[in-house]
């Protein structure tokens, strides 16, 4: 039995076009940097239901002979562009335009309708546009192709290089890619002329700023090669052929998903880079900015060690204009040095890469020696044979200079360092003890090499060890460069000494820092303040008894007094006196009874009353009912309870400084108003606050404000130090606080 198989004609194909056999199907471009799809070809396939897919090969010319081209592609786009909806919005769509269509003066308007029926964007869209089939005159197609690219329609020429008028297209018409022809592609990895004329048309791209898309990839060593000579975007088997619309979307995931991959892939082994006979004019350029831009002298001698090239700083290190060395040999150019140089270039000829040769010279007109760094690197062909010597000299002179100025430097220092007459340590920021001097490792007791094992932390005293441990923080975090601290430190012999310590940053060149100590050994001088602390203690209490004595003494004296003289007064009282005896009588007891009230506040200043008796909070009520009388400030007292059992001398320092601050207040603060505060916990707390003018102005530290404000408050801070205890100044805005805190355990009987 014959089957016929139907036939393609004008009739059949019209057929097609009106039932929708002819559909699209979408092969990927994807760009060669990064692996991911950057959009899609659309190629016309035709389903038919007898004979199934017809290649285009058969209905397309077809399609032109007849005038159905033109509708063909408008419903090839329509389909397109309402598929490409659903995609990623930075996808293009490329779409092959018939030469007879460029003659048609309605194909913009064909274009735009078609791809506005999908919702498609004019700008994401490519017209490619055959080179071979171009016409010779191309006045007809120049108009057509600018009102496209008004449209935003982007333009490519397809098959380039397989014309004769390439250039002159490129010159008439407003292109926007180039599509290199896959008989390139195919066999550029294995023929010579095809790899130079692959990379002559991206060069070409490049220089116009055209992107390059290369069609026919089928192998990974094609798009690493064509990824090398900066083609930008791929299309073939490679990353997949033609395919349905409903496959067209599982192809951009899987693809998304070997993106990655992709981009990680080693690329051309070295020898394939290395073998590209040709590269791209931007690369060249590149590379000549490089050869004339390095601080090196390069040259290139070929085999017969003749000057082939050169840049300015091998002329400017020889000091030989750069004209005198094209063209002549290495004996000719410099004949004084060729004797010792002629070996190594005959084993670079040989084949042997020889660097940091270091050769010396003494240039004309100057005295000192130079030193030049010199390396001969073999340059081969393709068919690796040697053709020259790449030769690199650089002038170390100055670093070697330098470098010796550095090491004479440290020397120096180490002989400063060693044999100062004060501790020295040299510590990096990460705490490893770099070196210390014989002043240290003499206040200290230990050798060089138990002081490179030992940390600071690790002498230092507990009670110092919590501060400086937070102000080395700042100074590694750079917060803070420098700080000074007075410490215990242990000694070799299990004892501990007093060191003041002065710590800088410092950054050494490439980027290291450093923490230099400086390290005074001041056991002495705080002995000699412990001894006059103790000294000054004794000397308080010694005070502190007698005025306890006087007071005690004067007080009795003036009771005794008192009240003699008030029976004596009685007894006048009951005689029989005149108006004016009787009213000089009254006004002799209220005189005494004044002078007994001043004697007795004069008691109150040299002792408490009754402050043994009585406790702090009663002798404390009894001294301010007193002052408030004669000042006038109003003084409110708020005692916590439990503090009937404190150390009797702390009750009288406390007690002191009630009085001081109190004094104060009525002398300097112009407050009419002043609180007494006093708590027990971890601390005992005692504060006297008012609401007068504050701290005088200047004022910078504590012990200014102390000095401004009284010497009797000096005088307390030694008192209160006794007891491990200190004197604050704050400021209460308005107002001073006087603030003394003691640690509990010192504040017991």
């Known amino acids: 039995m014959r089957v016929f198989m ?29 692996g991911a799809v950057s959009g899609f070809e659309v ?20 399609a032109e002979r007849t005038g159905l081209i033109g509708e063909l592609t408008g419903a090839l786009l329509a389909q397109a562009s309402i598929a490409a909806t659903a995609w990623p919005k930075n996808l293009t769509l490329s779409v092959n335009i018939s030469p007879l269509q460029l003659r048609e003066v309605s194909l913009p308007e064909r274009i735009r309708t078609a791809v506005q029926r999908g919702g498609f964007p004019l700008s994401r869209l490519i017209l490619e546009i055959t080179e071979s089939a171009l016409l010779e005159d191309l006045s007809p197609v120049r108009p057509i192709t600018e009102e496209l690219k008004s449209m935003g329609v982007r333009l490519a020429l397809d098959d380039f290089g397989t014309g004769y008028s390439s250039l002159r297209y490129l010159h008439a018409l407003p292109i926007d890619e180039l599509k290199i022809d896959a008989g390139f592609v195919r066999s550029m990895t294995y023929q010579r002329e095809s790899r130079k004329i692959v990379a002559a048309i991206i060069g070409l791209g490049r220089s116009l700023h055209l992107a390059t898309v290369a069609e026919g990839v089928e192998s990974q060593a094609q798009a690493d090669m064509l990824r090398a000579l900066g083609c930008d975007i791929g299309q073939g088997w490679l990353f997949g052929p033609p395919i349905a619309e409903d496959q067209a979307g599982h192809s951009l995931v899987r693809r998304t998903e070997m993106q990655t991959a992709d981009r990680d892939s080693p690329g051309m082994p070295p020898e394939v880079t290395l073998g590209l006979e040709a ?16 601080p090196a002298g390069l040259c290139f001698v070929d085999t017969n060690l003749r000057y082939i090239s050169l840049n300015q700083r091998l002329a400017e290190i020889s000091g030989i204009p750069a ?24 084993r670079a000829l040989s084949g042997e890469v020889i660097t940091d040769l270091e050769v010396h010279r003494t240039m004309p007109n100057e005295v000192e020696q130079r030193t030049y760094l010199v390396s001969y690197q073999p340059a081969r062909d393709e068919a690796n044979e040697i053709v020259g010597i790449s030769i690199c000299s650089i002038d170390i002179t100055g670093r070697l200079r330098a470098e010796q100025e550095r090491r004479e430097s440290e020397a120096a220092f180490s002989v400063i360092f060693e044999n100062a007459p004060i501790g020295m340590a040299l510590v990096d920021l990460e705490g490893q003890r770099l070196r210390s001097n014989q002043a240290l490792r003499r206040i200290l007791g230990y050798t060089e090499q138990e002081l490179e094992g030992i940390s600071f932390p690790e002498l230092t005293h507990p009670e110092e060890g919590e501060a400086e441990t937070a102000l080395y923080a700042e100074l590694i975090s750079g917060k803070r460069n420098h700080y000074e601290i007075e410490k215990r430190c242990l000694h070799r012999e299990a004892r501990f000494v007093w060191i003041r310590q002065a710590v800088s940053r410092a950054s050494a060149p490439g980027g290291r820092h450093y923490a230099i100590g400086v390290i005074e050994d001041v056991t002495d001088r705080k002995t000699a303040e412990e001894s006059l602390r103790h000294l000054s203690g004794r000397l308080l209490k010694a005070q502190d008894e007698e005025r306890r004595r006087i007071a005690r003494e004067l007080h009795d004296s003036v009771s005794q007094m008192q009240a003699m003289a008030s029976l004596n007064l009685a007894r006048v009282s009951t005689e029989d006196l005149s108006e004016e005896d009787r009213s000089a009588l009254i006004n002799c007891k209220v005189l005494m009874d004044a002078s007994y009230r001043e004697l007795r506040a004069v008691c109150y200043l040299l002792h408490p009353p009754l402050l043994e008796e009585l406790g702090l909070e009663s002798a404390l009520k ?30 009288l320092a406390l007690f002191r400084v009630v009085q001081e601050a109190l004094t104060n207040i009525l002398r300097h603060s112009g407050s009419d108003l002043a609180e007494i505060r006093l708590t027990l916990d971890e601390f005992l707390v005692l504060e006297i606050e008012d609401r007068g003018q504050g701290l005088p102005k200047g004022s910078e530290t504590d012990a200014d404000c102390i000095c401004q404000l009284g010497v009797g408050i000096v005088g307390m801070r030694e008192r209160i130090r006794q007891f491990g205890g200190m004197i604050q100044l704050l400021s209460a805005d308005p107002g001073v606080i006087v603030r003394v805190t003691i640690p509990e355990a010192s504040c017991r009987a």
Do not use: C
């Not at 400030?633 to 009750?651: F, K, R």
């Open 6 to 34: 139907p036939v393609v004609n004008e009739s059949t194909l019209k057929r097609a076009l009106q039932e929708g056999q002819i559909v699209p199907y979408f092969q990927p471009l994807v760009d060669l940097s990064t």
């Open 622 to 651: 009894i001294y301010v009912e007193g002052f408030t009388q004669r000042s006038g400030i109003a003084v409110h007292i708020d005692v916590e309870l439990g503090l009937a059992h404190l150390n009797i001398e702390l009750e």
């Open 279 to 294: 590269l791209p004019g931007d690369r060249l350029a590149q590379l000549q900015a490089i050869y004339h831009g390095v």
């Open 43 to 62: 190629l016309a396939r035709w389903l038919h239901p007898e004979r199934g897919l017809i290649s285009p090969m058969e209905f397309i010319p077809v």
């Open 323 to 346: 004209s005198e060395y094209l063209g002549r040999t290495v004996a000719e150019v410099i004949p004084d040095m060729f004797k010792e140089v002629e070996p190594y270039l005959q």
